[in-house]
């Protein structure tokens, strides 16, 4: 092109270059192409205060862009140890480090990758960051031929990056459903997360409610007289909407059921509407429990952190149980939850003998898998009720509500409970639709905001990893007219809440025992015209 | 003009898709261009899908209020890669290249520069919606981050009997 084009001549506008911002990192590899901290897509350092009270390393003051994070001066040597024991302690850990052939059929799986095209999102890659620094310091073939044998130098950098990228991954674990080798890249984040805590490389979101956990009972901090007069507020509410008064027994000694559930549930909207829910329903069937201050969350961010640190906080809730005397252990709709518990807790501080196996008093269902953990999930619970005809429900009293399901990432692929919310949902909805096959059970796209991503300084990275899910929302919303998602998951009722407003505005979310008391026909109840959030019901609402 | 873009429809489609995915690097383009399935690649299906839509909308001259629900929703994806209003609504310029390379082998036509710019000022009118489009998915996220706030303390405020009145409200259609 002639650089002597004007703008009225054909030419001028073949060099337009207006608009042309070529991000491409030129075909680069990828070791060679440093991290690029982009606010909007990183997550603020823990607090002093928390790690003091949690007991963990390094406490001091830093920011992800300055230059100078304050590392240990023997960090490097901390790393190379802390990899070596962990690799001898944990077996997945070795073997995931491994046997990976990098034949990419995870590279195109994870949300982050799909909604937000940054390509250290690929799990592959995301796992290939701790697993350079591995050959290098761990094999053979690393140690002589480093880089031709895909292994590089543990450097400041490295740890930037896993800084940036392990609080990139919400630890869903959809990758590995994809592996035909069953590598879980969530658990090759868990250790690059805990490798980063022993130079106190960290975050607030996480080690705040950490803190907290350990301090008061929950991540929020909600202290006991909090707690007492949050329920009682509750109560309040369900009497105006339902005319019945609730109790909502607390640290009471000798009931037979402990109840725990996460403490977004008591604080946040839409969960507080939840654990009406679920007051309504011990309510209604006169069930024997007691919730509990100091194990007043089931949730754990000790998960997000380190397996010390979530075997101390999941220890919190068999102290309790032991103390006040219960027979059983009933969870809320919790979603990591679920994963500490059948995943972790067993080992780490089972079996819980002095329990009994979880029996429902009202159908005498012994829920037998949980023999040795003792404690059921509320939807296998009420699936149960309802089965047997416990219940008396209305779904017209839902007929406002054309709901869909979003399999928690945690209760999906960690638990595999995927019939019992359904069918409480079509037992209780009048209209119920799923989203496509490849996003739903065990392929769930995550809410983007798990594993202690779901604060607002990293919104705009949560808004893309929330795409594929919310693309998903968007389809039986313009295809069926949905207007609810319902999820069991506090993380995800708070961060879905977000994702579709943003992308799919016309779509609220909801948990399951909200839908579940708003269909129950509750003795006592005075003829029901609003919900649980006092807002019209039924046909009314349709008007 | 018309004709002879209609006749290049195809492939100037093609062409803006792949220029608008090199917003993203190389790894994710090539995924984006690749992958059919509109759940597995939301994204670039969706990229594909409007930017034809949109293409074919200049031709006709629609009306602004039949391309701005599409053209929103590519702009909803582009305003939160991180890369700045100006990238986020690029692509919109980055289709008079697209044209002016496609229709390259016709410049003996004399009166084509005239045509082509009367057509490019549809394209400036694209644009214009874009930036518009733009802003107010920006400020959407502004709005939702602080409901998101609310909504973390909502028990703790509503039983204090905090007045949310002057904070966002939630949008029109919001909770169906
Ligand atoms: S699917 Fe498994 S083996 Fe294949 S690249 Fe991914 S982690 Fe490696
Ligand atoms: S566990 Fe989830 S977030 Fe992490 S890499 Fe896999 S798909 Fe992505």
Redesign the interface.
């Known amino acids: 092109m002639t650089s002597e084009a004007k703008p009225d001549q054909m030419a001028y506008y073949d060099r337009e270059k207006l608009g042309q911002v070529d991000l491409r990192p030129g075909g680069a590899d990828w070791m060679d192409v440093p991290v690029n901290m982009r606010p909007g897509s990183f997550i603020y350092p823990a607090k002093e205060k928390h790690l003091q009270y949690f007991g963990l390393p390094n406490p001091r003051q830093w920011f992800p862009t300055d230059p100078d994070w304050k590392l240990p001066a023997n960090w490097k040597e901390i790393i190379i140890e802390g990899m070596r024991e962990r690799l001898s302690k944990y077996r997945s850990f070795q073997v995931f480090m491994d046997i990976c052939v990098r034949c990419g059929a995870c590279a195109d799986k994870c949300h982050f990758f799909i909604g937000g095209g940054d390509p250290r999102n690929m799990p592959v890659l995301r796992a290939e960051l701790l697993r350079s620094i591995y050959r290098r310091e761990f094999t053979q073939a690393g140690k002589i031929l480093g880089r031709l044998a895909g292994g590089r130098e543990l450097t400041v950098d490295v740890i930037k990056e896993w800084f940036y990228y392990f609080y990139q991954c919400t630890e869903c674990r959809r990758c590995s459903v994809f592996c035909p080798y069953g590598i879980d890249t969530a658990e090759i984040t868990m250790m690059g997360r805990e490798l980063l805590h022993l130079l106190g490389v960290n975050v607030n979101w996480i080690m705040e409610p950490v803190a907290n956990c350990f301090r008061t009972g929950n991540h929020l901090g909600i202290q006991p007289h909090g707690l007492r007069d949050t329920l009682d507020f509750f109560a309040d509410d369900i009497e105006e909407a339902t005319g019945v008064r609730v109790e909502a027994p607390l640290n009471r000694k000798g009931a037979e059921v402990l109840f725990v559930t996460p403490s977004g549930d008591f604080l946040a909207d839409p969960g507080t509407y939840t654990c009406m829910g679920y007051m309504c329903l011990f309510h209604e069937i006169g069930l024997d429990y007691t919730f509990s201050t100091y194990a007043s969350d089931g949730g754990n961010f000790g998960l997000f952190t380190s397996h010390e640190a979530m075997k101390r906080l999941n220890a919190k809730i068999y102290a309790e149980a032991r103390r006040l005397g219960v027979k059983w252990i009933l969870g809320g709709e919790c979603g990591h939850m679920w994963r500490v518990l059948n995943q972790y807790m067993d080992t780490m501080n089972g079996p819980a003998d002095f329990l009994q196996v979880p029996t429902s008093p009202l159908t005498g269902t012994r829920f037998e898998h949980a023999r040795s953990t003792k404690m059921i999930h509320i939807t296998e619970f009420t699936a149960d009720l309802i089965k047997h005809g416990k219940l008396n429900l209305d779904p017209s009293q839902n007929d406002h509500v054309r709901v869909t399901f979003h399999d928690s990432c945690n209760p999906a692929r960690a638990m595999g409970i995927f019939e019992e919310p359904r069918y409480i949902l079509r037992s209780v909805c009048n209209h119920f639709h799923e989203m496509p096959e490849n996003t739903i059970r065990e392929k769930t796209f995550c809410c983007g905001g798990g594993a202690g991503l779901g604060t607002d300084e990293n919104m705009e990275m949560r808004l893309r990893g929330g795409m594929p899910r919310a693309s998903a929302v968007r389809h039986v919303h313009e295809k069926h007219g949905v207007n609810h998602l319902a999820a069991m998951c506090a993380i995800d009722r708070a961060t879905l809440s977000t994702v579709c407003e943003y992308w799919v505005p016309e779509v609220r979310v909801t948990g399951i025992h909200e839908l579940v008391t708003n269909a129950l026909v509750m003795k006592g109840q005075k003829k029901r015209e609003v919900n649980l959030r006092l807002e019209p019901i039924g046909a009314q609402a349709e008007e | 003009m018309d004709e002879q873009l209609q006749a290049k429809r195809a492939e100037i489609v093609r062409a803006w898709v792949e220029?608008t995915v090199?917003?993203?690097?190389?790894?994710?383009?090539k995924?984006?261009l690749r992958?059919n399935?509109?759940?597995?690649?939301?994204?670039g299906t969706?990229i594909a899908l409007e930017l034809e839509f949109l293409f074919d909308a200049l031709l006709r001259d629609v009306p602004p209020d039949e391309v701005v629900p599409r053209l929103d929703r590519v702009i909803?994806?582009t305003s939160?890669?991180?890369?700045g209003s100006?990238?986020a609504?690029?692509?919109?310029?980055?289709l008079?290249?697209v044209i002016?390379?496609a229709l390259?082998a016709d410049?003996a036509d004399a009166g084509?520069?005239r045509r082509?710019l009367e057509f490019e000022q549809r394209i400036d009118a694209l644009a214009l919606l874009a930036f518009d489009s733009c802003s107010r998915?920006l400020q959407?996220?502004a709005d939702?981050?602080v409901?998101?706030?609310?909504?973390?303390?909502?028990?703790?405020m509503?039983?204090l009997k905090v007045d949310w009145d002057h904070l966002p409200a939630?949008?029109e259609?919001?909770?169906?």
């Open positions: 220029r090199e917003m993203y690097p190389a790894d994710a383009a995924f984006l992958v399935d509109p759940f597995s690649n939301p994204v969706t909803q994806i939160v890669q991180d890369v100006a990238r609504v690029s692509f919109v310029f980055a008079k290249e002016r390379r390259a410049r084509l520069l082509c998915f959407r996220i939702i981050r409901r998101e706030a609310k909504r973390r303390v909502w028990s703790l509503r039983m939630e949008e259609g919001a909770g169906g």
